[in-house]
């Protein structure tokens, strides 16, 4: 019975030393290349007596808190980095990191403290190079850039700026192939040459950054004038088709605008013929008989009567001339008239016109 309270006593003092005693870790995850060295500290909040380092599974050193590095492989060292309060605080390292080293990096604190684990990534950083060099094309023609990689581990983050700016995915494809232990790629670029450009291509891992820059320069396309040729003809070919439309418009108005003057015309023409005439019958004009030669045909002639002969002799109206008497040596002498006037006389003649 005291055997068992003496068990129980010790295993509570033991546990009760580890009540509220803390192990950190710093870095919990560290990337670093290939050939650098790396290192992890470790800080503990309470007494502790036996500390060790695990490095992908394997035991790589001993620590004892009254003693310090007990046992240690190549590689792996560790100092004590203490500022004077309870349980202390150590720093690991691990010299010319090697790819062995990837995993699990465990520090391990004997007793009810436990453990803590951090996480070792070791990369290797390999080559970029542009092969399509410095490029001069001509404007809106179509430019490729060729980025090669070689040796990277693990495979790259792959990306293109233009002018410092990061370019579309669009633009460009990557692929990697596995060679050995490393990793190659290529990534291709293509884009239309609007302007002079400087052209990077960048491979980033987080413990390396490759970037390789080449420039391109566009040569100004000559001036298309195609397209202003197009709206120019566009345009007159409008205003053309406008002027037309209003010439024919205004030769159709013109057109009717005649036929209508015309219409009126006859219809004004045949108003007037309608009218009656109050024009008065001349009483003085006489049919004389009709009478022929042997020299000439027949004659009609035009006689007055006495009364109206009087008065066209008392009239001094300008508008009655006399006519002189026409010589006919045909006729001998004869009368034209019957009743015997002698037609070599001088005879008044007067024109009558009929309103």
């Known amino acids: 019975m005291d055997a068992l309270y003496k068990y129980m006593l010790a295993f509570l003092l033991l546990f009760g030393s580890g009540v509220g005693a803390q192990l950190s870790l710093d870095p919990l995850s560290a990337a670093v290349l290939r050939g650098s060295n790396v290192s992890f500290k470790a800080n503990v909040t309470a007494e502790w007596r036996v500390m060790t380092w695990d490095v992908g599974n394997l035991l790589v050193l001993t ?178 088709l406008v002027l037309l439309i209003i010439l024919i418009f205004f030769c159709i108005r013109r057109k009717k605008e005649k036929e209508k003057e015309l219409r009126e015309g006859r219809l004004q023409g045949r108003a007037v013929a309608a009218r009656p005439r109050n024009g008065t019958i001349n009483l003085g004009f006489a049919m004389d008989d009709r009478t022929s030669t042997d020299q000439g045909p027949a004659r009609t002639h035009a006689r007055m009567t006495p009364s109206v002969e009087s008065d066209l002799s008392q009239n001094n109206d300008p508008r009655i001339y006399q006519i002189p008497p026409v010589d006919n040596p045909a006729r001998n002498g004869a009368n034209d008239f019957p009743g015997g006037e002698n037609v070599m006389e001088y005879r008044k003649h007067r024109h009558l016109t009929h309103v």
């Open 63 to 240: 620590i004892l808190s009254t003693d310090g590095v007990i046992e240690s492989l190549p590689r792996y060292v560790a100092r004590n980095i203490s500022t004077g309060s309870a349980g202390g605080a150590w720093e690991f390292s691990i010299v010319d990191v090697q790819k062995s080293d990837t995993g699990p990096v465990v520090c391990t604190i004997q007793g009810p403290i436990g453990f803590k684990t951090a996480t070792l990534q070791v990369q290797e950083r390999g080559t970029i190079k542009n092969l399509s060099g410095n490029q001069t094309v001509n404007q809106d023609q179509q430019a490729e850039f060729r980025c090669e990689l070689s040796g990277w581990f693990p495979a790259p983050e792959v990306s293109w700026l233009l002018d410092g700016q990061p370019a579309s995915t669009s633009l460009y494809n990557t692929t990697f192939q596995e060679q050995g232990s490393t990793v190659n790629g290529t990534s291709v670029l293509t884009m239309k040459a609007v302007r002079d450009a400087t052209v990077q291509c960048r491979a980033f891992l987080s413990a390396a950054t490759g970037l390789q820059t080449v420039y391109l320069s566009v040569v100004p396309a000559p001036t298309d004038w195609t397209v202003l040729i197009a709206v120019v003809l566009s345009f007159s070919i409008a205003a053309l």
